[in-house]
């Protein structure tokens, strides 16, 4: 059954677009799989929030023993993946480095976990003749990747659970009946000893409510923030791309050049992208004396400020 419809929000950007367009062709073919199955809810572009942070699950399969992450990629070219389980992306003709939508995908489960085990006495029954709280700690999560139908996979080494869009269906009945085979009383297999058993109906029902209850849409991109009149902002520069000049780049990702960015502090400020969860530096320098700057922060609005010439000037503001 379909618990959350696919409904991608408006945007300009054109890698959100094709992002989107990958999302929208797998909620394709999962609904014709699991549509009118009772057993199996779908949920699609789940955006969830816990411990001050986000999970933007592409599609989730969730059935009485487990639950598949299915993270979309719009690959219209090819994507290599090497015996170390890196990966890389052919982008005009050149191959780059990416980060693993495989990893993406294990973190989103992460934290699907924590905020389900976090809401457990809500959730779950009492189980063990009633003297002990379910949880999900065992709860079987699995991944899964999926490329668009027109893209190539190349790979050395075991193929890690990748596959094109169309093949995603019949992926997620096997892992299904791999988790089925896991929750049954006495099962042989070994993994059944940290790992597998069934959740009752009811809690199904509370579950899949609570999960669509939980998310948040995410926001709409944010367009690209214009030069004040009268004092124009500095611009944000990539240090992997040096050659562009302060003056005219836009703030964007230095991997997908998407523009649906927010900052973050690490050891110091930086854009995480939203859309391939990539890191970009943050290097400013002084519209007036060119010396480097700094930014200050203040809710979610960002000043970038010259200490020499006490030059201050809105540079971003986090969506």
């Known amino acids: 059954m379909i618990a959350k419809e696919y409904a991608p929000l408006p945007t300009a950007d054109r890698f959100q677009k094709a992002g989107d367009e990958a999302e929208r062709q797998m909620a394709h073919y999962l609904k014709r799989a699991f549509g009118d199955d009772p057993d199996v809810q779908v949920f699609n572009n789940l955006r969830l929030e816990h411990g001050g942070e986000v999970a933007q699950i592409d599609h989730l399969i969730f059935h009485r023993a487990g639950l598949i992450v299915i993270e979309s990629k719009s690959v219209t070219s090819a994507v290599r993946i090497n015996d170390r389980e890196e990966w890389a992306r052919q982008w005009n003709g050149q191959w780059r ?126 367009a690209v923030p214009e030069p004040l009149p009268a004092a124009p902002l500095p611009q944000a520069v990539p240090v992997t791309a040096p050659e562009s000049p302060s003056s005219t780049t836009r703030i964007e990702c230095s991997k997908c050049k998407s523009q649906n ?59």
């Open 97 to 222: 480095g990416m980060p693993s939508p495989i990893l993406q995908a294990r973190r989103q489960g992460d934290l699907l976990r924590a905020l389900l085990q976090a809401n457990k006495e809500e959730l779950r029954n009492k189980i063990l003749l009633g003297l002990k709280q379910g949880g999900f700690k065992a709860f079987m999560i699995d991944v899964v990747v999926g490329i668009s139908d027109s893209g190539v996979v190349e790979y050395k080494g075991a193929l890690p659970d990748v596959k094109k869009a169309d093949q995603v269906p019949d992926r997620v009945k096997e892992l299904i009946a791999d988790h089925q085979q896991l929750a049954r009383p006495f099962s042989r297999d070994k993994r059944a000893e940290q790992w597998g058993f069934n959740i009752s109906p009811e809690e199904v029902v509370r579950i899949t409510a609570f999960l669509r209850a939980k998310h948040r849409d995410r926001p709409a991109t944010a």
């Open 261 to 319: 960015l927010e900052i973050k502090f690490g050891h110091s400020y930086y854009f995480k992208c939203r859309s391939c969860e990539a890191n970009t530096s943050i290097k400013l320098s002084c519209p007036k004396c060119s010396t480097p700057g700094r930014l200050r922060k203040s809710g979610a609005q960002f000043y970038a400020e010259c200490p020499s010439c006490k030059f201050s000037a809105l540079y971003f503001t986090n969506p």
